[in-house]
């Protein structure tokens, strides 16, 4: 699935790219996998299971993941 989201938009996951998603397992994980740095929303209740792949970096809101991909951009 991400390699057909990075063609539709005219690119494809060999140029790198970031995942930002609140799902450990389907996001996170599948991300990584993918070879893609990741940012997990985090909601409150949501504690990161044991075992699974960490992500790169955490946010409480979609405001500070913008945050984190700025300034990752510099």
Do not use: M
Not at 32 to 51: H, N, Y
């Amino acid at each position: 699935i991400f390699d057909i989201t990075a063609q539709r938009c005219g690119t494809s996951l060999a140029q790198g790219g970031w995942l930002i998603g609140d799902d450990p397992i389907l996001d996170i994980a599948g991300g990584r996998r993918a070879g893609l740095r990741t940012i997990w929303l985090q909601r409150e209740s949501t504690v990161w299971p044991e075992g699974n792949p960490a992500p790169d970096n955490t946010a409480a809101t979609v405001a500070d993941a913008v945050e984190i991909l700025l300034k990752a951009s510099q």
